[in-house]
């Protein structure tokens, strides 16, 4: 069906400019992100999607608007994964591309995040480049205002010098984002290096400079901010044009049946088999066109949403529902700014970004700073990341505060600030009527009508107005992090008047009191406690008293998580508020994390070159650059299909039936794939344990056995189609016939569902050490007690995804982003009936994996194998974040209880533990555990040693390979006991752990064959490690200290760890071309570990005798590592424990040492005919001739290695 006439009406089309490139879009889905019509409309992939919520920072772009009245450019980093496409109208975006790449030269950000090896994966690359510049930017125009103001600058938009940011500054940058694997320092050092007060010896390992001495500001790659992006000019002309002329949508009929127009600026239908079904974007321009606008959508069952920033969507997924978005970002009344000397008042469109600003900026009248606005912008810094209130506004926040409960803590600190509202009831043909009111009335009035809006908030920023009072404004916030997209647990503002009276003592004249993001709906002022503390003299009996009354006053909603951890927050904070006012010892020093500091002392020695040289990651540069090709960056083929898993939801049930009807019926919607589309001789596989051969099914087949096991997916034209069509499968359950689900270890014991371990009994599980019940029985002293460790979700930035091509001849080839090709090809050769030889697997890199692409991408990639293979189409998924924490199980849970002995000094001898593992539904590595969790358990010497271990099979997903699976675990248990023991006796921990350190006999004993024969050197480092961080020194100003403060504690700790590294078989080829240059393949994957650094680095040393260091060749830079890929190098195993880089250099190693035996004597012969010195060039343009090379007759120097390398404890 096609859309209704009206809707072919000509209209102004979006415009933006894209890395410099005018882009016109006269027809836009309303619904569209930033990031969606980037990645998938246009070249550019730099930004990438890793949360989709605006939690990440991956997706970050810079952009700018030009103000044709001020003529003023205003940059500024967004998430593009939450920004409306519809809203940058206008607006001039800039990627990581268009900041610098490989053709036009990198940017110095993305130069300096190579050099200082701030990349690992690199998929978080792209935005904190992004993060980076931002921040430059805000700084510039921060300093260029400045400039201006003072008289300097003659046009705002004119760039001037500046002295730039200070470290602290700069390390704000990356506030709104994460990265999984690099560890933030390097990061932070490339933030700190733009900063003008660094000093450059500070800045970590680096291959700008070999030696501190070297730290020279001319040595880091240069940055001029002459050279970046600028406005584009036709823009500004384009801008310039449009002012004065009426921006004018065209009346568009929103459902054609109704006879009724609404001036959508732009519209879009779908259609299927229910009919048509219409989205509209609407930009009224004043308050009488979204007046007009509002009363057409009255009473219309279409969900409408008023968009500023539309952050909200992060937080709360309700995009794809929504029919009509009304931008209300552009109304003159919501973006006032009204200043004096006494108060602000903002627009509610006004961003959070320009609020702080326009608090910065604020004076008293003396001129001097204002406390609250000071004490508001501190908070603020703390609220979401700097990218998240670039373009979420004020009035969004407070609205999500009233209307959702959601824990804002701009409404709990503008609460305390006193701060008014002006609320605006829009009436069709009157004049729209304006309510003032305080905010608590607001945040209690529950949802707006349909016909109101936030217009503004004002906001007292009062200062002392009397000699003998003061005024005081703190907040509080406890959140899972500090800085940085965390929403709060608690958070508090607290504003009062203060005096002395004669007795010199703190009288509160008035005070507020504003609690919020406690389990509450909306942020409340303690009234009651108020109203105690009103005029009186502070002491400690009131501070008690207002504690009491304050529990009774701030009490979480039912169902609220960490009830009591919430209010000890809040009681924490009303308690170090007062007791500042009253003592003079505060009951916490502040800390200030920024800047962060640390020392690195590396010697670089010239022996072993390169191996010894710090080499900066190959392909660095492009992960920053966005150039670096992730699979989900892959275009997609044409005719490509995209897939979404249909999950169970319950625990445990009979599957009943499964109904796609109405999912097919929905728009775009393709096939549903399940079970039945499995090929003839094809089976349910859907996960090949490569460790132990076990499989697991692809789709459940009469019984579910967790939340999120996969029914089948659904296949559309677009992600957002299949999700939506994913969404409205039905599937019909009974949860009878088939028992309660088992939901813990302890369910579990009770109805004997347990699994067996692998191997079946292995020597380091199965045996004791010595006897244990004698010792335990003979004990000076004897402990029990019980410890758990819970589960660990996995957040590789890059979800899980994958691509299926069907090729000629029965093949199908997947791109995927899997921690080993092998598995995938045998999970999908069996799924799909074919020979191995008919599936192709590649992997060039992993956005992080941490053992979530072990095993559990397996199942991923062979679904849509499976739909491709049935569609004859490609197909391709990419999990959104929820679905693939749903999917992906994270650690093992562990439940311990243990028996321990120990004499009077602490020396333990005796250790007896049950623990038990929980598996979920399958397996998965769970089996290996007790193997791996043996080793590191026996870090210390317990004198005799019993484990049990339990593997509990439950009705939870299945638990996988998390970063050192059971070595975490077990390492957490064994300190447990060595604290349990050391507070037991009122000895420091770490005397306990020094006094069971093992000896080498002892180590031998617990470990047998896998204490290796390269000696015991846990000792010696445990002692260099004490010798260098001083920890005795330390644990006596610590224990001064501690006596001495009276709220503020600290500690000191050492751990030992050792952990079990065994290596895989490997395969590498070495290939050698004419012209010099060098590829390799090697059976590990790159997932930012740096295994293809390793290899170039170990090939070119292995190559050393061929090439002539320093005179002839970089070396390393003439070898490319390639793509897994398995049809070219087959047979490989996965990545995992730590040791595929080493076993990758060792494979790729031992090709070279051929290539060496037969290119030595052509060199040698080459030497002696020509005379004088061979080079690199010149050898292997010889060798190209068939006949040169004595006694070997071939052109083709390739060469595939097996090569098993066994490494022992160290
Ligand atoms: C990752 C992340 C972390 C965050 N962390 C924090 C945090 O730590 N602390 C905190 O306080 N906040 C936090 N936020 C919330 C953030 O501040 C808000 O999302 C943002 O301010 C909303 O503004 P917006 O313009 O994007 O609103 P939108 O998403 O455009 O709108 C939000 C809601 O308000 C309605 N609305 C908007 N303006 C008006 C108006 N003028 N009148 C009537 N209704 C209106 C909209 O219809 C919608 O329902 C976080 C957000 C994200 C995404
Ligand atoms: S912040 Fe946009 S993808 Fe994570
Ligand atoms: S390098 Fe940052 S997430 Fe991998």
């Known amino acids: 069906m096609g859309a209704p006439s009206s809707l072919n009406a000509v209209h102004r089309p979006l415009v933006f400019s894209l890395n410099g490139q005018r882009v016109e879009l006269s027809s836009v889905d309303p619904s569209t992100t930033l990031l969606s019509y980037i990645r998938s409309e246009t070249r550019f992939r730099g930004p990438k999607r890793g949360c989709g919520e605006g939690g990440c920072g991956a997706c970050l772009v810079m952009l700018a608007k030009y103000n044709p009245k001020t003529k003023e ?78 008289g300097n600058c003659t046009n705002g938009a004119v760039a001037k010098p500046c002295s730039g940011p200070t470290s602290q500054e700069m390390e704000r940058a990356i506030q709104g984002n994460i990265c999984r694997c690099t560890g933030y320092r390097p990061i932070l050092d490339v933030c700190k290096s733009f900063a003008s007060d660094v000093d450059l010896e500070d800045l970590g390992l680096n291959t700008c400079w070999a030696d501190k001495a070297e730290a020279k500001e001319e040595k880091l790659p240069l940055y001029d901010p002459k050279g970046d992006p600028t406005f584009p ?31 959508a600026r732009f519209t879009h239908v779908d259609s299927n088999m229910e009919g048509e079904k219409m989205r509209a974007w609407v930009s009224p321009k004043s308050l009488d066109e979204l007046s007009a606008a509002l009363k057409q959508l009255k009473g219309r069952k279409d969900r409408v949403k008023l968009v500023v920033g539309n952050t909200s969507s992060g937080l709360y997924k309700e995009i794809a529902t929504i029919d009509v978005f009304v931008d209300i970002s552009q109304i003159p009344e919501l973006l006032t700014v009204n200043k004096n000397s006494r108060s602000l008042e903002v627009g509610a469109a006004t961003r959070i970004s320009e609020l702080m600003d326009y608090l910065v900026d604020f004076r008293n009248k003396d001129g001097t700073g204002n406390v609250v606005a000071e004490g508001l912008v501190d908070h603020a810094k703390k609220l979401a990341g700097g990218h998240v209130r670039n373009w979420g506004s004020v009035g969004g926040n407070l609205v999500m505060a009233q209307k959702f409960a959601f824990e804002s803590d701009l409404a709990t600190i503008l609460l305390g600030a006193g701060a008014l509202v002006k609320v605006v009831t829009l009436t069709e043909g009157s004049e729209p009527s304006v309510a003032e009111m305080p905010l608590d009335d607001f945040l209690a009035k529950g949802t707006l009508n349909e016909d109101g809006l936030l217009q503004s908030v004002y906001i007292p920023l009062i200062s002392d107005s009397k000699t003998d009072s003061k ?50 709906n909306h942020a409340i002022r303690a009234f009651k406690v108020e109203e105690l503390l009103k005029g009186k003299a502070l002491s400690l009996s009131l501070i008690k008293e207002s504690v009491a009354l304050l529990k009774k006053e701030v009490v979480p909603l039912e169902g609220t998580s960490k009830k009591d951890y919430r209010v000890s927050l809040l009681v924490g904070f009303i308690f170090d508020f007062l007791n500042s006012l009253l003592s003079k010892e505060p009951t916490v020093t502040p800390t200030n994390l920024f800047p962060h500091t640390g020392k690195q002392n590396i010697t670089i020695a010239d022996d072993n070159y390169p191996l010894s040289q710090p080499t900066a990651k190959f392909l660095s540069q492009q992960q920053a650059s966005g150039e670096a090709t992730y699979c989900d960056d892959i275009p997609s083929p044409p005719r490509c299909l995209y897939a979404a898993f249909v999950l169970s939801t319950e625990p445990h049930a009979r599957i009943k039936g499964i109904d796609a009807t109405a999912a097919l019926e929905s728009v775009g919607a393709v096939d549903f794939v399940s079970l039945n589309d499995i090929p003839k001789g094809g089976g349910n596989k859907g996960i090949f344990n490569a460790f132990d051969h076990s499989e697991e099914t692809l789709f459940a087949e009469d019984i579910v056995g967790y939340v999120g096991q996969p029914l089948g997916v659904m296949v559309a034209d677009t992600y957002d189609h299949a999700r939506l069509a994913a969404g409205r499968v039905c599937v019909d359950y009974d949860t009878h016939s088939v028992g309660a689900p088992v939901m813990n270890c302890h369910d579990a014991l009770a109805q004997g569902s347990t699994l067996p371990t692998y191997p079946p009994s ?73 020979p191995l030889n008919n599936v192709r697997i590649i992997t060039r890199r992993l956005g992080g994996g941490f053992g979530g692409k072990a095993t559990r991408n397996i199942q991923i990639s062979t679904a849509v194998a499976l739909a491709a293979y049935k569609l004859r189409r490609p197909v391709r998924i990419s999990l959104d974040r929820n679905t693939d924490m749903q999917m992906v199980g ?94 037991y006796l009122g000895i420091s921990g770490n005397k306990v752990r020094d006094e069971n350190l093992h000896t080498p006999e002892s180590f031998q004993l617990f470990q047998g064959e896998g204490s290796g024969d390269v000696g015991f050197t846990l000792p010696a480092i445990w002692e260099r490690a004490k010798a260098l961080s001083k920890l005795e020194e330390r644990e006596k100003q610590i224990e001064t200290f501690n006596e001495q403060s009276k709220w503020l504690k600290r500690g000191i700790s050492i751990v030992p760890s050792v952990y079990g590294v065994s290596s895989y078989p490997m395969t590498a080829t070495v290939s050698i071309f004419k012209d010099g240059s060098i590829v390799v393949e090697v059976g590990g994957v790159e997932m930012g570990q740096g295994l293809y650094t390793k290899v170039r680095q170990a090939v070119a040393f292995s190559l050393r005798s061929l090439w002539n260091k320093g005179k002839d060749v970089d070396m390393v830079s003439k070898i490319r590592v390639l793509q897994q890929d398995s049809f070219s190098l087959p047979n490989t195993f996965a990545d995992g424990g730590s040791t595929t880089s080493e076993s990758s250099c060792a494979a790729a190693s031992q090709a070279c040492e051929v290539l060496v035996q037969r290119l030595q004597p052509v060199k040698e012969k080459l030497a002696k005919d020509k005379g004088g010195e061979v080079t690199w060039a010149d050898l292997c343009m010889t060798v190209r001739s068939w006949f040169y090379t004595p006694g070997v007759h071939s052109r083709t120097l390739r060469c595939n290695f097996f090569v098993t390398i066994i490494l022992c404890y160290v």
């Not at 690992?120 to 805000?138: D, E, R, S, V, W």
């Not at 929403?487 to 005070?511: C, H, M, P, Q, W």
């Not at 410890?787 to 979800?799: A, D, G, L, P």
Request: glycine share 8%; aromatic share 8%; charged share 20%.
């Open 73 to 150: 450019v205003k940059e500024s980093s967004v998430n593009s994964c939450l920004v409306m496409l519809c809203s940058i109208d206008g607006c001039a975006i800039t990627t990581t591309e268009g900041l610098g790449n490989q053709r036009d030269g990198f940017h110095a950000i993305q130069k300096r995040l190579s050099a200082f090896h701030g990349s690992q994966c690199g998929f978080c690359t792209p935005g904190m480049t992004m993060a980076i510049y931002g921040h430059l930017k805000h700084e510039q125009q921060h300093q260029q205002k400045e400039t201006a103001e003072n």
């Open 233 to 263: 000019k036709f823009l500004i002309d384009e801008l310039e044009a449009r002012k004065g002329i009426q921006e004018n949508g065209h009346a568009r009929t929103l459902r054609e049946e109704d006879g009724e127009s609404l001036k």
């Open 471 to 520: 005024i005081v404004f703190k907040s509080y916030r406890g959140a899972p992090r500090p800085y940085g997209n965390a929403v709060s647990y608690g958070n508090a503002a607290f504003l009062a008047n203060v005096s002395r009276n004669e007795k010199d003592e703190t009288v509160i004249e008035s005070v507020r009191l504003a609690f919020g993001a406690f389990g509450t």
């Open 762 to 834: 292995p020597l380091s599980v199965k045996h004791p050490i010595g006897n244990v019940e004698k010792a335990l029985a003979e004990a000076e002293f004897n402990l029990e007690g019980t410890v758990s460790t819970k589960s660990q979700n996995h957040f590789y930035m890059e979800t899980q995804t994958s691509l299926a091509i069907p090729d000629e001849d029965e093949c199908i080839t997947i791109y995927t982003a899997c921690q080993g090709v092998d598995p995938v090809q045998q999970s999908v050769a069996k799924c799909l009936n074919l």
């Open 890 to 983: 994270g650690r093992n849970p562990t439940e311990t209880s243990y028996r321990v002995s120990f004499t009077k000094s602490g020396k333990i001898t005796a250790l007896k533990a049950d623990i038990l593992l929980e598996s979920g539904w399958y397996a998965d590595v769970t089996n290996f555990l007790p193997l791996l969790m043996s080793g590191t358990l026996k870090k210390y010497n317990w004198g005799t040693f019993d484990v049990k271990y339990t593997i509990c099979k439950t009705n939870n997903v299945p638990k996988t390979s998390v970063r050192g699976p059971g070595h975490c675990e077990a390492s957490a248990i064994a300190d447990a006991v060595m604290n349990h023991v050391a507070s």
